[in-house]
């Protein structure tokens, strides 16, 4: 057997899964006589196995996945509005250096000039004209000219091809939606904005508050004061006046240790728990769960916080626990119990997750028997009712 | 695959709907690769953050209808390759002035290497890190992100021939590596240039 034979039979095995068969007796035979392609063989199967495991990676979560889109957005953004300054800027240099050397030679070399036209000649006497009256500067108003309205208009998209057909689209980053009646309140990109959806088909926008310094990355209704609501922002909590859909009034911040995750709302005692990371890296990241009670129309009070190890994906409350989503490869869901609400604890691993059986809670819901735990590419039931 | 094709011939490059949805399908998977070559989850991330926006801004440069995801990954080895050789300066300072326990001290163990070290695939993966990067990076693409020879050919810009030619010096390396009684070649390729 000579070196092209063993290649052979090496390529043959790196392209098992679309060889022919009679590449794959002739394969089979060489290996029955080939002790090093064999070896070949086994650790290609060993290497196979056992890197995908080795090399194990948690995979971002798709909040995470979206934080990194805003920020390779803003970078992709930024640099094409510098490219476009230099591109304009070179221009105009080019453009100035031109017309120096237009006018430079207009000067310098005769002839390039033409003759001035020579003055026609005209009998003196002059006839004189009409006078009329002077226009006025002041335009007449235009019967056929609508008056411009700034344009709140939602445009329609043609529908998908997708068993759901879309109604409408509008604005970009949506993190958060409450519906109030026809009123949907969604936290659009860094601002809450309200939408009128008395007719599903032409969306109106309503108004919107002014932008906040982060992304709106949920938002819940005050539990008892219809008219407020709080929107987690960057790492800021904010409590907002939505009386006047078109007027959207914040009321109220408290700034976090860091950029706020997940959010879970307790509306018998008017807590907010709230999750976080103090930095984006996820090697230097710190994170944190607090507890924030929310004054009816008053303002937002740090009850508690604790830091954790682990990155809180998501949190849902039920049967009186805090449940933590996390989306380690080791523990999928902590359980933080209180001795009164909004006192935190060390939160306990509840569901544990491996690289075989990834239970990342990207997503949790709670009711009162069930725990549903959103996670890679299931969803997973829990019952919690004899917690 | 198609879609995106389909996306990139019809979108402008500066489209945010072009680029949420490569972020939204690749991102991950750059991010692992970066995982695997980089060996750091901050470092991997934020060398994903680069390979997006150095592919987005160099997007005209993809012929659609050929293979985006062995485009960006070529991108990203790329990259994971310049920031070890940046990181490898670093570190030949740090020892040169005799600073590496100041500067950095010792880093903790993740989850992950834990439940390695449990599985007792710690061995494999010691010996695919100890390969030389030309081989390394050929194994972890085949391996760990299952692209098919022809796909990493793209990735690395080098002749099939040439794979085959490092990926059977990494199977013998690693042969000799992980179990010296079980080497017992008699091939006479020679390693390429």
Redesign the interface.
């Known amino acids: 057997m000579n070196e092209q034979t063993h290649r052979r039979a090496q390529v043959l095995i790196q392209s098992a899964a679309s060889i022919t068969p009679d590449e794959r007796g002739w394969l089979q035979t060489h290996l029955a006589a080939c002790p090093d392609c064999r070896a070949f063989t086994s650790m290609h199967k060993e290497l196979s196995a056992s890197l995908p495991l080795a090399y194990a990676a948690a995979p971002l979560s798709k909040a995470e996945v979206s934080d990194r889109l805003e920020r390779i957005q803003v970078r992709v953004g930024g640099h094409a509005k510098l490219a476009g300054l230099f591109h304009l800027s070179r221009g105009l240099a080019f453009a100035a250096l031109a017309l120096v050397f237009l006018l430079v030679m207009l000067a310098v070399v005769p002839g390039l000039l033409p003759d001035p036209a020579p003055l026609p000649l005209t009998d003196a006497t002059l006839t004189p004209r009409p006078v009329t009256a002077t226009p006025s500067l002041t335009p007449e108003p235009d019967a056929t000219v609508a008056p411009t309205a700034l344009p709140n208009e939602i445009p329609v998209l043609p529908p998908a091809p997708s068993p759901y057909q879309s109604i409408s689209q509008s604005g970009g980053s949506i993190r958060g939606i409450v519906m109030q009646g026809d009123t949907a309140f969604v936290g659009m990109g860094p601002r809450l904005a309200a939408i009128d959806l008395t007719d599903p088909a032409s969306p109106r926008l309503l108004g919107s508050s002014p932008p906040f310094q982060g992304m709106v990355n949920a938002l819940v209704p005050h539990p008892v004061d219809p008219d407020t609501m709080i929107a987690a922002a960057g790492k800021r909590l904010i409590m907002l006046d939505v009386s006047d859909p078109a007027n959207i009034v914040p009321l109220h911040a408290l700034e976090l240790p860091g950029a706020i995750t997940s959010v879970a709302l307790d509306p018998d005692h008017q807590i907010l728990y709230t999750g976080g990371e103090t930095t984006s890296r996820p090697s230097r990241s710190r994170y944190y769960v607090a507890s924030v009670y929310l004054e009816p129309g008053g303002a937002l009070e740090l009850l508690d916080q604790i830091s954790v190890d682990h990155h809180v994906t998501s949190l849902a409350l039920g049967q009186g626990v805090l449940y933590l989503g996390s989306d380690q490869t080791s523990v999928g869901v902590y359980a933080m119990q209180f001795d009164q609400p909004g006192q935190l604890s060390a939160p306990k691993g509840l569901i544990a997750s491996t690289p075989q059986e990834y239970r990342a809670a990207y997503h949790l819901h709670a009711t009162r028997d069930r725990l549903f735990v959103g996670s890679y590419e299931s969803l997973y039931a829990y019952d919690i009712s004899t917690r | 695959m198609a879609r995106i094709d389909d996306m990139i011939r019809q979108m402008a490059p500066?489209d945010?709907r072009l680029?949420?949805a490569l972020?939204?399908e690749y991102?991950?998977f750059v991010?692992?690769l970066g995982?695997?070559i980089l060996g750091?989850?901050?470092?991997?991330?934020?060398a994903?953050?680069e390979t997006?926006?150095r592919a987005?801004?160099c997007l005209t440069s993809y012929q659609p209808g050929t293979n985006f995801k062995a485009w960006l990954a070529r991108i990203t080895v790329n990259i994971c390759r310049s920031r070890q050789r940046k990181a490898r300066t670093r570190q030949m300072l740090q020892d040169a002035l005799q600073l590496r326990w100041l500067l950095q001290p010792p880093r903790e163990q993740t989850?992950?290497e834990?439940?390695?070290l449990s599985?007792g695939?710690?061995g494999?993966?010691q010996a695919?890190e100890a390969l030389p990067e030309k081989y390394r990076i050929p194994?972890?693409l085949?391996?760990?992100h299952g692209m098919?020879?022809p796909e990493i050919a793209v990735v690395l810009d080098v002749p099939e021939g040439t794979l085959?030619s490092r990926?059977?010096y990494a199977?013998r390396q690693?042969?000799q590596r992980l179990s010296p009684s079980?080497?017992?070649?008699?091939?006479?390729?020679e390693e390429e240039r």
């Open positions: 500066d945010p680029s949420e972020v939204s991102f991950n991010y692992h995982c695997s750091d989850p901050g470092e991997a991330d934020d994903a953050q997006f926006i987005l801004r989850p992950e834990a439940i390695i599985e695939v710690r494999m993966h695919v194994v972890l085949r391996y760990v098919s020879v085959y990926l059977h199977h690693l042969r079980l080497f017992e070649s008699t091939l006479t390729v």
